[in-house]
């Protein structure tokens, strides 16, 4: 089996009472984007939107020669290790996960995270999200017994 292709990580809360002031103070890291529920925020495209749940991110972003462990074991380095911040900051939260963006290139690839790793999660009241994106094109085309589904 292959490693992933290419891949993004991220620690991510988001809330509706989120503060992402207590939040950068409890952990002890600027994160990569925050705002509060009710705030104006401009989008990548330059529109305005209001945030509608509050949000605080630590982006590690994508490489394609980091393993997705070293990413997650990068981002807790910038971060406290002590569990009581780690407890403060994700009660009363709708999101406290670890975000993994999969990209695949092939039908096979994998990776796998370490008891080591996973503790971290857990001590930290963290889900793990995993959002994998094949090229689907190319797997039908490979696959042709496979019926392709039309478009609507």
């Known amino acids: 089996m292959a490693d992933i292709s290419r891949s993004t990580v991220s620690i991510r809360f988001l809330g509706s009472k989120l503060n992402p002031e207590k939040i950068t103070q409890l952990l002890g890291c600027e994160p990569s984007s925050a705002a509060k529920t009710g705030e104006k925020i401009i989008k990548r495209n330059g529109q305005e939107r209001i945030v509608k749940r509050g949000f605080w991110f630590l982006d590690y972003g994508e490489s394609d020669n980091v393993l997705i462990e ?23 939260l709708d999101v406290a996960d670890v975000f993994c963006g999969l990209f695949i290139d ?16 857990s001590e930290r009241n963290l889900e793990i999200d995993f959002d994998i994106y094949s090229p689907t094109d190319t797997w039908y085309a490979e696959n042709k017994e496979v019926e392709i589904p039309e478009e609507s």
């Open 70 to 92: 070293e990413k997650v074991d990068l981002l807790f380095g910038k971060l406290t290790d002590n569990l009581e911040s780690w407890q403060e900051v994700t009660k009363n």
């Open 106 to 121: 092939n039908w096979n690839e994998g990776f796998t995270l370490s008891p080591a790793t996973l503790r971290k999660i």
